[in-house]
């Protein structure tokens, strides 16, 4: 799990609630058609900007942003030289057992591909398309998310006109002009927290977690064609280990 992002999300929920809660009542920021101008709209942009499966699979990337923690780049160097060095002492074949106590799927399918006896340029090709594909994927996701914080405050303010519409259509009483004003004001406020708290910090996430699994799948790809070709061990760590400055940086982040 991610405990950046959950800490992130609580915390700020719950800095806000505290915010209100020392203010007055929490029911004066609750209002049901707010939430369905702010939600229904956003949702509705979303799918009328990008394909419905992109915007229906948004829902396995938010888990991705969550639930999953991108494994370190110097385990997967130290795995693959562990496994070339098997495989330099018991051939290729010595290296099943690790297809199957592989945590990556794009590992698994590669040591499977070089214990099949693929011919290298075949293994090189089919995980160049797959890593394409993921990044693909991974950029699609924050480019919604990104959609969905503009989308948001921009449905918010709709909302808010609406209200004013509405309020400076009934002026018979007076009394009635601030709390009519208050309600209007919620669909910003629902906008800005939807697109500040959540869109663009999880659409912020995904560009780093894409760069992280990119230079990830990467390490992986040179790491199986040096195996798969017989380069001694050492060499190809220290060829791996040029992939760790990319990966120190992304995790200072």
Do not use: C, W
Request: overall charge negative.
């Amino acid at each position: 799990m991610d405990i950046s992002s959950v800490i992130g999300v609580v915390s700020g929920i719950g800095f806000i609630l505290g915010t209100i809660l020392l203010g007055g009542p929490i029911g004066m920021f609750i209002n049901i058609p707010s939430i369905l101008i702010v939600v229904g709209g956003t949702i509705a942009a979303t799918m009328i900007g990008f394909p419905l499966g992109d915007v229906i699979g948004i829902v396995k990337t938010a888990i991705k942003v969550f639930m999953f923690k991108i494994e370190k780049a110097e385990d997967i160097i130290a795995n693959l030289t562990e496994i070339s060095n098997k495989a330099r002492k018991g051939g290729l074949l010595s290296i099943e057992s690790d297809i199957q106590s592989a945590s990556d799927p794009y590992l698994a399918q590669a040591l499977q591909m070089t214990v099949d006896g693929v011919k290298t340029e075949d293994i090189g090709q089919i995980m160049e398309k797959k890593m394409e594909l993921t990044k693909k994927s991974l950029e699609t996701g924050s480019n919604i998310f990104a959609a969905m914080a503009a989308y948001a405050p921009a449905f918010g303010m709709i909302g808010t006109l609406i209200g004013l519409v509405q309020m400076l259509a009934n002026l018979d009483d007076p009394s009635t002009i601030g709390p009519k004003m208050a309600v209007a004001m919620i669909t910003t406020f629902y906008g800005a927290i939807m697109a500040n708290l959540f869109f663009i910090p999880m659409s912020d996430k995904l560009k780093g977690r894409t760069e992280e699994e990119i230079t990830n799948m990467s390490i992986v790809y040179e790491g199986i064609l040096s195996i798969r070709e017989g380069e001694h061990p050492k060499l190809m760590e220290d060829k791996l280990k040029v992939y760790l400055g990319d990966a120190a940086k992304e995790e200072k982040k």
